[in-house]
């Protein structure tokens, strides 16, 4: 099992790769981002339970990391409306 230091370390990797993610999801149709997000969710939970977190730390853990996620799809769509407001 990781140490408290790695498991740490590898949780703050995951959610610095939240900027790509959100590229990537918000990429992709609007029929198709559920399921995108539904997969994001499900990795970041196996994550946080390979690393042997406990199920409700995972939980709350993953619960951040999803709203974190959301904020920067949505993000990315309001940058692209004011460019294409002002182009």
Known sequence: MASSYE???????A????????QKIASVSAERQASAFDAA???YLQTARDLG??????RT??????????VE?????LVQLKMLKTG
Do not use: H, N, T
Not at 15 to 22: H, L, M, N, T, W
Not at 53 to 58: F, G, Q, T, V
């Open 7 to 13: 498991v740490a370390k590898i949780l703050e990797m």
């Open 15 to 22: 959610v610095a790769g939240i900027p790509k993610v959100a």
């Open 41 to 43: 969710e499900r990795s």
């Open 53 to 58: 977190c406990a199920e409700a730390a995972s």
């Open 61 to 70: 853990w993953v619960s951040e990391v999803m709203l974190q996620l959301q």
């Open 73 to 77: 799809v949505v993000e990315r769509y």
